[in-house]
Antibody, heavy 122, light 107 residues
Framework: QVQLVQSGTEVKKPGASVKVSCKASGYTFTSYGINWVRQAPGQGLEWMGWISAYNGHTNYAQNLQGRVTMTTDTSTSTAYMELRSLRSDDTAVYYC???????????????WGQGTLVTVSS | DIQMTQSPSSLSASVGDRVTITCRASQSISSYLNWYQQKPGKAPKLLIYAASSLQSGVPSRVSGSGSGTDFTLTISSLQPEDFATYYCQQSYSAPQTFGQGTKVEIK
């Protein structure tokens, strides 16, 4: 069965960086993309970006351009999301989600990781 | 960016009620519309993809309809496990925006 297992809770100071991992199993990793979505406390869902697990192509949300980098390691079927220059409003649960398509659009987020809480506080 | 607007933001309903949630896109998105259910402390779960296709394992009391700019999610007979927050999401163009959510509470 498809599973996405994310790394654990992180506490960071403003200005620091965080790197969240997402290990996939139960499907052919390189056949689908991975999306990252975050959810601030008590708020809705915010799409952060997409990465192709096949060729590493990315598409980031405009408001995160320059601060976010998404990568994959096909040897371990793991996706990574790094966010730099953290601010207090980056405090959120970060989710990875398998995309149902190999292309960046026209699909759905059919399987999700359990979420990783990132707290940014001085 | 395409704006997704859900209504209502919250509703109270009883077990057995028929519930309808609406999602409106700021421009046409064809049928590239997905619905998710999220329970407190849990990751979202895909219910409906491509506006009206039921994800495997989702009960048949859940259905979706619409195309263009107006979409609906319907639960024909609300069950205790359906009390949750529901989100629509468009996958027509980047960024893939979500609606603000609709919280379904017990009356």
């Amino acid at each position: 069965q498809v599973q996405l297992v994310q790394s654990g809770t992180e506490v960071k100071k403003p200005g620091a960086s965080v790197k969240v991992s997402c290990k996939a199993s139960g499907y052919t990793f390189t056949s689908y993309g991975i999306n990252w979505v975050r959810q601030a406390p008590g708020q809705g869902l915010e799409w952060m970006g997409w990465i192709s697990a096949y060729n590493g192509h990315t598409n980031y949300a405009q408001n995160l351009q320059g601060r976010v980098t998404m990568t994959t390691d096909t040897s371990t079927s793991t996706a990574y999301m790094e966010l730099r220059s953290l601010r207090s409003d980056d405090t959120a649960v970060y989710y990875c989600a398998k995309y149902s398509s190999s292309s960046p659009l026209a699909g759905s987020l059919d399987y999700w990781g359990q979420g990783t809480l990132v707290t940014v506080s001085s | 960016d395409i704006q997704m607007t859900q209504s209502p933001s919250s509703l109270s309903a009883s077990v057995g009620d028929r519930v309808t949630i609406t999602c409106r896109a700021s421009q046409s998105i064809s049928s590239y519309l997905n619905w998710y259910q999220q329970k407190p402390g849990k990751a979202p779960k895909l219910l409906i993809y491509a506006a009206s296709s039921l994800q495997s394992g989702v009960p048949s009391r859940v259905s979706g309809s619409g195309s263009g700019t107006d979409f609906t999610l319907t639960i024909s007979s609300l069950q205790p496990e359906d009390f949750a927050t529901y989100y629509c999401q468009q996958s027509y163009s980047a960024p893939q925006t979500f609606g603000q959510g609709t919280k379904v509470e017990i009356k």
